[in-house]
Every structure is written in C-alpha cells, then in structure tokens.
C-alpha cells in the first residue's frame, strides 16, 4: 500500500509540475502595440471611465466567445464615446482568448497611457479601441511587420512559392462568413521544409475588404526570410516554416472518434509475494516517463520560445518610425506595374501634372490602381521621392488618398496609389458643365471632409505635417464624390512642438501661397490655413483665383470676396451654376470663414481645430475678417504685381493639364 502511495505521490508531483510549466507558457505572447493618435484624455474624464467601461465589456465578451471576436462601445456623447474590438487567433480555444484579451485590457492601458487611440497585439489576439467608429471599417494602419532573420534559399522560387500559398489563404479567408474570416495553407519548398501560410480578418469586414487588406499584407511581407507576419488592425498574415497554428481546428475537418475498444478484461491480482516486485517494476517504469514527458515538453517551449525571442529581437531593433515605411515593405516590381497598366498605354492615361503623368492600372487581385510615374526631367529627386512614399505611407485618414506602395527600379519611380475615380476637384469645379453636379451641399461636404483632412495632418496625425500646396487639383474625388486630399511631394514634417519653419527654395502654386511664404520662405500650418482659404473660396464662387487677374482691376479671388463683403453684397459671389438651392446661413458663414483664412497676419488666422469647429456649430462666434492680402486696387499697383501672373503648379495625382510647373522660387 505504501509503495503504490509513493508512485501515485511521485506522478503526482511530476503532472503539478507539468501543469505549472504549461500555465506559464500559455500566458499570451506579446507582439507589439501602436498608440497612433498624439490626442490625449485627461484622466478621470468623461473618456477615460466610458474607455474602462469598454475593456471590461470587451473583456467579458471574451469569455464566452465562441467566434474568437466582438466589438462593444461604451458612452453616448461621440466626444467622449468610446470604441472598441477584440479578435483572436482563429485557431485558438475560447480559454486561451479570454487570457490574452484580459491581458490585454490591462496592458494596453500602461503601454500607451491616456491614449484616445491605441492596438496591441499578441500572438493569440489582438485589442484596439478609439474614439471614433471602427466597426466594420478596413484599416490597414497602423501597420507592423516582424520577420525571422534567417533567409531561404532560392529566393526566387520561394517567393513564387509563397505568394500562391498565402494568395490561397487569403480567398478563403475572405470569403468566409460572418463569424469567421481565418484560413491557413500548406505547401512543401523542398522535402525538408514544410511551409504554413495563415490569413485572418476582422469579421465584420466585407469580403471585398478583406482581401483588400489581405493582398496588402501580401504584398508587403519582408523578401527571402524564413518567416514573416504583418499587422495591421483589420488582418494578418504571416508564414513560418513550421506549424504554429493548430491546423486540426483551422484546416482538417473534425474526423469522427474511432469506436471504442472493449474493455481490458479485469487483471487477476497477482500472487502472493509477488506484489514487491511488481511494485518496483511500476517504479522503475513510470518515472523514467514521467521524466521524459516533462523534458521532451521543456525542449519544445524552449524551441518556441526562441522563435519568439528571434521576433521580439527584430522588432526591438527598429526606430521609431513605422516598419511599414521601410523600401522593401512597400515596394512593387516594375515588371508588376507594366502588366497593370498595359505598359503605360495611352488609354489608361489619367492626366498629367508637373512631376509626371498619372496611369489607371489593375492587379492580379483585381484591385484598382493610379500609377504616378515621375518624368525624368521633373522637379522631383529621390529625396522629394523617398519624402513623398515615407510620409504618406504613414497616413490613414478617409479623406487622404492612400498610397498603397513604389517602384524604384533603373530611370523608373512609381507611387502606386488608391484609385479615386472622379478625377479631381478643379475636373469639376472649373468646367461650365461638370460644375452642375457640384450643389451646394456636396460642395458644403467637401469643405467639411478637406477641414477634417487638413486638421489630421496638423493635429491628429502622429507627426504634424506642412502639406504646403493644397489646391483643388490635389483634392481628388472618389465615387460618391468624397474628397481625398493628395500629393505630398511637398509636404514638411513638423515636431510635435514645433510651430515653423523656414526655407531659401520656395515650392507651391502661385495664388495659393500664403505672402510670408512666397515673399520671404516662412511656413507653418498657417501656410495651409491660408491655401484652405483661397480653396474655400474657389468653391464658393466656383471660379479659380487666377479669373480675376484678367480683368482690368487686377484683383485677386480673396479680394473680389472682400469687396462684395465689406459692401453688403456678399451673395454676389456665389457661383450661379448653384441656383436657388442653398443655405445661406451656411454659404455665409463659408465666405466669412475664407476671409478669416486669407488674412495677411497668420496670427489672425484660424487653426484647422477652429475651422473644423466652425464648420460644425453654429454656437461658435466668428471674429470680424481683416482685408486680405495681396489686396490691390489696380494691376499697376502694389509690390507682389509678379505673383499676380496665371501660374501654378501641378504635380503628383492632379489631372488636368492647363497649368505651369514651378519647381524653385528664390525669395527676395
């Protein structure tokens, strides 16, 4: 009795031991998190107890989730309300899921603390909130890419290899259902190596959208490693060479449990005297495997661990800057390219502009594509290049136009953007006939939607970025006639606490500079406010600033608005096309805000902050406009008569092809 007491106490032990080791390996592998939006929530606001409410909800969904995801919100008031989701592994049990996600619910607050914005991933799970809506929306950054630092051989060939089994992954995923959008693919590179793709979106997403962001993820895995992964909020992708998913749950149907076998028949107990020996026999073997068991599960932990420590060192390793803005993550072959656009036919010639001519252009996948292709004798070098493909990579706003990657390959640059099929606002907004489908309330939209870009780029982005030559021909259209503001060729990067900047090359369009930039190269975001301006009134008379300069009393578009202001007319400059149906509180209150814009003083002009508030309540009260600059009273008149000419620039995605390209102004 005493010897089976011993043998049940020693396997006893050794199964403790086994579970506290397995419990502490299945603590959930942290990957990475973003805190993407500068804007914070003073704690113990409003925010912060609707964001508590939120992760506790989340949390408690994820107990008894049996789809591995949800999405909650918590608060009424939109300022203060609170969004947010949750989405594990496809192929991980609903315990495992409930132990990352409260993991996260609590970590995501110390990594990015009074955030308004933040995602953190692990292996098992991933955990976002905001403050805006998210529910069904694709969003495919912030982006995060970690790789193995080993490399394949046969590059080549294993890309081939990787692209169809991910390509694969990726259609069943995103044609999966409303509960679940996850699928996994095989496939052998050579007899000794196995090699396992995985694909997973949020549910909520249409399967357009899911292959979307799938094919982005695709596209944008690092080259020749022996393993990789993005992340992004909406999906992910990665591969590995060897199983790191569960492929019984994920790819192989459930097969039926083999019948049971008879009962043993019952052993006879041994004879007498006999019991001691077999006592020791029992020891002898169930130690050893015992033993065994615990050994062979230490060394595949420690294999596991590695890998994960291989990753985790990757990632470490990189700055600041999103991994999604390095070359190799963004970049296209330009054999690529030429098949999407018919090697840069004619008929798929959208337009051109100063730095180049723009192409329409197809994928494999089927999505759309405008290829910006760079003249050689443009303006832009690789630095304007690199500056444009690292900056707007980092930008994710609905009314910015999303580049989607680049080709640099021999005399060739490409920026591969979104396809927005409207062309471009100046398409509209300058043509006697197409202006007709411009009424007031559309153009009312996409002042509202250029506000809500513009003050992302100021504020809420997690740089503060100069755009520096916001005109209409770089405020593009999409299908129902959204605006998505473009090219930033241009653009400046601010620090967070910077206010200006100045420069001894001046770049921009005539007519949209504000005068302390073109006359002595000083910028700020009031440079933009005053292009917003010019632009707001652009849509509201419908005539481009340079019409006026025809005329004998060589007046600009600023100054025309203020005249028919200052004497009581201000409905005069309306454009007629409009008609009768309008607001005209709203049409009011639009001119006011461009002459507030347009004025000579950037400290008397709004912030977009202002502007986007402005535009959205009527409670707020507008100061009185001052007279604008470069405010003439005859074209013989005044020290700016040179920046009074019909000249502008037109680069990246504008269309139309009826303005000069400047490239250097030298102050004066």
């Known amino acids: 009795m005493n010897s089976w007491f011993t043998i ?29 939006n500068t804007t914070l929530f003073t704690p113990n606001s409003t925010y912060q107890s609707n964001l508590d409410t939120l992760l506790s909800s989340l949390s408690s969904a994820a107990t008894n989730s049996t789809t591995g995801f949800a999405n909650a919100t918590a608060g009424q008031n939109p300022p203060d309300r609170a969004y947010g989701l949750f989405l594990c592994r496809g192929d991980v049990n609903t315990a495992t899921c409930s132990d990352c996600v409260a993991t996260g619910k ?17 292996d098992e799970c991933m955990l976002r909130y905001s403050n805006q809506s998210i529910s069904s929306a694709m969003e495919q950054s912030p982006a995060r890419i970690l790789y193995n630092t080993g490399n394949v051989t046969d590059t080549t060939r294993f890309m081939d290899l990787l692209g169809q089994t991910l390509n694969d992954a990726a259609t069943r995923a995103s044609a999966g259902g409303s509960e679940r959008k996850v699928a996994v693919a095989e496939a052998n590179f050579t007899s000794l190596q196995r090699l ?74 041994p004879p007498k005297g006999k019991s001691n020996k077999t006592t020791v026999i029992i020891i002898a073997v169930a130690v050893p495997v015992g033993v065994g068991v615990v050994l062979l599960f230490l060394a595949c932990c420690f294999k596991q661990r590695k890998a994960t420590r291989t990753y985790e060192a990757v990632q470490e390793g990189q700055s600041g800057v999103d991994d999604i803005t390095n070359a190799e993550s963004l970049q296209y072959h330009l054999a690529t390219i030429q098949a999407a656009t018919d090697n840069f036919s004619h008929q798929n010639k959208l337009g051109e502009g100063g730095f180049g001519e723009v192409f329409q252009g197809s994928l494999p996948n089927g999505q759309q594509i405008a290829v910006k292709r760079l003249s050689q004798g443009s303006g832009q070098g690789a630095e304007e290049f690199k500056n444009e493909v690292i900056l707007v990579a980092k930008l994710q706003h609905r009314n910015l136009v999303r580049l989607l990657g680049f080709c640099l390959e021999g005399e060739e640059k490409l920026l591969v953007y979104e396809f927005v099929p409207n062309k471009s606002l100046d398409y509209f907004l300058f043509d006697p006939e197409k202006s007709k489908q411009l009424d007031w309330s559309r153009r009312y939209k996409i002042v509202c939607g250029i506000a809500r870009g513009m003050l992302y780029l100021h504020e809420d982005s997690r740089l503060r970025i100069i755009h520096r030559d916001l005109k209409a021909s770089n405020i593009l ?73 025809q005329g004998d009393g060589g007046e600009d578009l600023a100054s025309y608005a203020w005249k028919n202001w200052r004497d009581g007319t201000p409905l005069e400059v309306l454009d007629p096309v409009i008609g009768d149906s309008y607001s005209r509180n709203e049409v009011l209150r639009c001119l006011h805000i461009g002459l507030l814009c347009v004025q000579e003083d950037p400290m008397d002009r709004p912030t977009m902050a202002n502007i986007v508030l402005m535009l959205s309540s009527y409670s707020v009260s507008l100061a009185l406009p001052q007279q604008p600059a470069f405010f003439l009273r005859s074209r013989t008149e005044g020290p700016m008569k040179e920046h009074e000419s019909d000249q502008s620039t037109s680069r990246s995605m504008p269309l139309s092809t009826n303005e000069m390209s400047v490239t250097e102004l030298y102050p004066r």
């Open 8 to 36: 049940s106490l020693s396997l006893s032990f050794f199964f403790f031991f086994f579970i506290k080791i397995f419990r502490t390996e299945a603590a959930p592998n942290y990957l990475v998190h973003v805190c993407p």
């Open 106 to 122: 609590q970590e995501i607050l110390q990594r990015c603390p009074n955030q308004r914005v933040s995602v953190i991933w692990y």
């Open 196 to 269: 396992y793709a995985f694909a997973q979106c949020t549910p909520d997403l249409t399967a357009s959208d899911c292959g979307t962001c799938l094919q982005f993820g695709i596209a944008n895995l690092p080259q020749g490693k022996q393993g990789g992964r993005l992340l992004t909020p909406s999906c992910n992708v990665r591969y590995e060479f060897y199983p790191f998913y569960n492929a019984t749950v994920l790819q192989a149907p459930a097969s039926p449990p083999p019948a049971p076998s008879p009962p043993p028949p019952s052993p006879s107990p």
């Open 477 to 549: 259209l999409d299908s129902e006639l959204n605006p998505k503001i473009s090219d930033f060729g241009m653009a400046r990067i601010f620090g967070v606490d910077q206010t200006q900047a100045n420069t001894n090359k001046i770049v921009g369009t005539f007519g949209y500079m504000s005068p302390e930039y073109a006359m002595h190269g000083q910028f700020s975001v009031k440079s933009d406010v005053y292009s917003f301006g010019v632009l707001l009134l652009e849509l509201i008379s419908g005539k481009k600033n340079s019409f006026f300069y």
